[in-house]
Each structure stands twice: as C-alpha cells, then as structure tokens.
C-alpha cells in the first residue's frame, strides 16, 4: 500500500509492534511521527528509522494527559494533521490477582485505556473537523480470551475494544476506527519467553 504524504503517529514506537508498523510505513511514503516514554530506545529506533524516511522524534508517557497534550500539539505544529493515529503503547505485565497493587492497576489502565482514549478523542475530532482519517488501536487477544494473572490488561484492552467500537460510530463516516487484536508476535518482547511459547501458540495457524 502507498501512503505517500500521509502523516502518520505510531505510540510506543522504539521496538516491537509500534516500531514494525513505523518501519513499514516509512518504506510506504509516509511521514511518521515517533511517540515513546523510553528515551534510550527512541534514539536507537530514530536513528534506525530516520534512514529510510522522514520522522518526528516526540518524547511522551502516554499515561499522563499533560504530556500527551504537549506532545499532539508538538505534533500538530510539526505535521500540521495527522491523518493515521495508531494507538499502540502499552504494558502487559503478569501478577497473580491478589497480589495487584492500585499503583500496578492504575498504571496500566492509564497507559493502556486513559491515554489511548484521550489522545483518540482529541485527534479523532480533529479528523472528523477536517478531511477525516484514520484510527488503529492496537488491543489483543488478551481482551476477549482473557488468561490468569493478567486482569488489568485484559480488562483494559476490553475497553479500548468497546472504545474503538463507540467511536467509530461517533466519528463516522470521515473516520474510520478500527482494533487489531494481536496475538503473540516475535518481537522483543518474546526473548523472555521458554523456547516452548517461541514455537507454540493457541492460533489455528
């Protein structure tokens, strides 16, 4: 697909999924706004990055609505529209039930729903004011197969489900709002995983 002069902002997009999708669609045309919190892998995947096209570095933590308000508009004032906001950053840590602190719950949903949702409703109004665009979140199997030790971001990938659902009614027909759920994916994140889990998934392929 060409994406040529389209302008593109991808979340958590140092590593793994966010910056798979970065990388493609700089080789696709497009100008790619690069969001992460995690400043030492940002400057790797920039200069990585910034070889195969146009990109605007922007340092934010997803999780705190001051500092993704700075960074849209840091955004804006650099791409003047965005037209594909992918909603991609997000943690998934494993705990056992009771052992959930409010502080572990908290910072989950705020990076995994809060801030999505915010960053989502404010440039989806923009779209919808303008010549529309396009929304990825991006969620997972997690949020509709739910597995032990992982209530937050199960229940926090629900939402941003029912999120992508509501507002692709509220801001139709200039925007179009869709969820990706993936599954697993051998990005880094797998190199935790036991050899076993890296060969072996519950998909049907």
């Known amino acids: 697909m060409a994406f040529s002069g389209k302008r593109i902002l991808v979340t958590g997009s140092s590593r793994g999924i966010g910056y798979a999708i970065a990388d493609r669609m700089l080789e696709s045309g497009a100008q790619v706004a690069i969001w992460d919190r995690e400043l030492s892998e940002m400057d790797k995947a920039s200069?990585?990055?910034?070889?195969?096209?146009?990109?605007?570095?922007?340092?934010?933590?997803?999780?705190d609505p001051k500092s993704v308000d700075k960074a849209r508009e840091n955004t804006f004032s650099a791409f003047g529209k965005v037209d594909i906001l992918v909603?991609?950053?997000?943690?998934?840590?494993?705990?056992?039930?009771?052992?959930?602190?409010?502080?572990?719950?908290d910072s989950v949903l705020n990076l995994n729903f809060k801030g999505p949702f915010r960053l989502a409703s404010q440039i989806g109004k923009r779209m919808y004011d303008g010549?529309?665009?396009?929304?990825?979140?991006i969620s997972s199997t997690g949020g509709v197969m739910p597995l032990p030790g992982i209530i937050p971001y199960g229940s926090s990938k629900a939402a941003l489900n029912?999120?992508?659902?509501?507002?692709?009614?509220?801001?139709?027909?200039?925007?179009?709002?869709?969820t990706l759920s993936a599954g697993p994916f051998l990005t880094d994140i797998a190199d935790a995983w036991t050899p076993e889990a890296r060969e072996t998934a519950r998909n049907a392929l």
């Open 47 to 63: 200069e990585q990055l910034s070889i195969k096209g146009q990109i605007l570095r922007v340092p934010v933590d997803v999780a």
């Open 162 to 178: 029912a999120m992508t659902l509501s507002m692709a009614h509220e801001y139709a027909p200039k925007v179009r709002v869709n």
């Open 87 to 105: 909603n991609n950053a997000g943690m998934s840590p494993y705990c056992p039930s009771h052992e959930v602190t409010e502080k572990l719950f």
């Open 131 to 137: 010549d529309g665009g396009t929304i990825i979140n």
